[in-house]
């Protein structure tokens, strides 16, 4: 397993956060590393989403937008053997705040429209077979959790879904 480096929890909006004490290389403060496939892959400490939840009060798991899980050929287009690999998407989230939620699934509480609960994750929870990436379009807005190699797309969904027992709804 590799080592991990997690820096010092403050809150941010009444929610905990990693706080590095490097100045930050961008508006974010919040950091996770590890090593993916020989690079240096630094994450936000918590992504968020809005996403329905199961009869327990955890995110449904699914192929939808809605859901927990990625849409094929949407989110991330697997090839023609049905595999998906790291760069190349995945299932949306929101680095850092809730409150960076596009409008149609932030919460009216939040000055949204959405009406779904919202999740949080800590990164760390990704495990081995998943990988944060920021949006290069939105770096500070929008990021993908994507499969951290070459794999076929039903593992990556599985892989997505065994992170349901860590996400927490955000009150």
Known sequence: MVPLTVEPLVEKNGLP???SQQPPASPRVA???RKVDGAVVTSPARVFRAMRKDESGRPRCGAQGSLLGARPGRDIVPDASN???RGTGGMSVTPDDPALLPPHA???RLGGLGKLPIFGLETDRL????AYRADPAASDRHGFVEPSGRMPFEAYQAALAGTQPDW???P
């Open 17 to 19: 956060i990693a706080v």
């Open 31 to 33: 950091r996770y590393t």
């Open 83 to 85: 595999l998906v690999d």
């Open 106 to 108: 932030r919460p009216q």
């Open 127 to 130: 495990g081995e077979a998943l």
């Open 168 to 170: 927490r709804e955000v």
